[in-house]
């Protein structure tokens, strides 16, 4: 069975950071790309970030770029992702997400996401 | 950036209705075009992808259609179960980007 746990969420002051994890099992992870996807509370889905299953192709929102940085360690089946100078609207659950493929964007198994509020 | 702009955003349907969302990039993604459903409190489901392929388990009366800038997502007959939010998303470039969604609710 797929598995993606999150974790590392909580409550945060703006211009602080937060390093969010994803544990998987019942897949080969180092075959897969991954991804992060966010939803604000009560607003639709937003794509974070990805990564390739071999690191070489890293992709950013415009809303993140520069702060935020994903990464992936396939020996510990782990994603993660970096994010520095939270800023309000980076509110949201985050999900952690399996790609189907090596490379893209294509979404077939999801975690229940962990929960980031960014306020003072 | 490619925007996907879905309609409409919130639909009233009944039991046994033919639904149908639809979804329009800015410009053309080819089939690069993928659709999930989301019941609160849960994460999102992939339903259909590359425009029309139907996800393993999915039940038939989902179907996806079309190829550039619009696509289709319909419900032959809808189920209780059906009643959920939708969302599109193009696979075609970065940054990936979703539809705005569309809330299916009871009528």
């Known amino acids: 069975e797929v598995q993606l746990v999150e974790s590392g969420g909580g409550l945060v002051q703006p211009g602080r950071s937060l390093r969010l994890s994803c544990v998987v099992s019942g897949f080969t992870f180092d075959d897969y790309a991954m991804h992060w996807v966010r939803q604000a509370p009560g607003k639709g889905l937003e794509w974070v970030s990805g990564i390739s299953w071999n690191s070489g192709s890293i992709g950013y929102a415009d809303s993140v770029k520069g702060r935020f940085t994903i990464s992936r360690d396939n020996a510990k089946k782990s994603l993660y992702l970096q994010m520095n100078s939270l800023r309000a609207e980076d509110t949201a659950l985050y999900y952690c997400?399996?790609?189907?493929?090596?490379?893209?964007?294509?979404?077939?198994?999801w975690g229940q996401g962990t929960l980031v509020t960014v306020s003072s | 950036d490619i925007q996907m702009t879905q309609s409409p955003s919130s639909l009233s349907a009944s039991v046994g209705d033919r639904v149908t969302i639809t979804c329009r990039a800015s410009q053309s993604i080819n089939r690069y075009l993928n659709w999930y459903q989301q019941k609160p409190g849960k994460a999102p489901k992939l339903l259909i992808y590359?425009?029309?392929s139907l996800e393993s388990g999915v039940p038939s009366r989902f179907s996806g259609s079309g190829s550039g800038t619009d696509f289709t997502l319909t419900i032959s007959s809808l189920q209780p179960e059906d009643f959920a939010s939708y969302y599109c998303?193009?696979?075609?470039?970065?940054?990936?980007?979703f539809g705005q969604g569309t809330k299916v609710e009871i009528k």
């Open positions: 590359a425009a029309s």
């Open positions: 998303q193009q696979s075609y470039s970065i940054p990936r980007t």
């Open positions: 997400a399996k790609d189907r493929n090596r490379e893209g964007a294509l979404f077939d198994y």
